[in-house]
Nanobody, 119 residues
Framework: QVQVVESGGGLVQSGGSLRLSCVASGIMFSTYTMNWYRQAPGKQRELVAAITALGLKNYTDSVTGRFTISRDNARTTLYLQMNSLKPEDTAVYYC?????????????WGQGTQVTVSS
């Protein structure tokens, strides 16, 4: 059974920091691209940061230089270090495990963790 569980969200003041964690079990974690998405009220879900199985990282422009994605394959855990937070970072943050092999696509999602940044 696959489980993806996020934690670390909360309420923080503008300029503050938070560290999100995501533990994935039931999958071969090291073979998956791991992603952080977020969805703000009334907006579409957007990809915030990604890290491939080889460790290549990518960020959306609005978080570049402020957020850092990392993974610990031994602990099957994904992280998102968020610094210099802004009110516009307020959203539910979701962890996603993604893999395509041959013609089979696997996507697993967590339940989300709320991040609220006050001005």
């Amino acid at each position: 059974q696959v489980q993806v569980v996020e934690s670390g969200g909360g309420l923080v003041q503008s300029g503050g920091s938070l560290r999100l964690s995501c533990v994935a079990s039931g999958i071969m974690f090291s073979t998956y691209t791991m992603n952080w998405y977020r969805q703000a009220p009334g907006k579409q879900r957007e990809l915030v940061a990604a890290i491939t199985a080889l460790g290549l990282k990518n960020y959306t422009d609005s978080v570049t230089g402020r957020f850092t994605i990392s993974r610990d394959n031994a602990r099957t855990t994904l992280y998102l270090q968020m610094n210099s937070l802004k009110p516009e970072d307020t959203a539910v943050y979701y962890c996603n495990a993604h893999r395509i092999r041959v013609n089979i696509r696997d996507d697993y999602w967590g339940q989300g963790t709320q991040v609220t940044v006050s001005s």
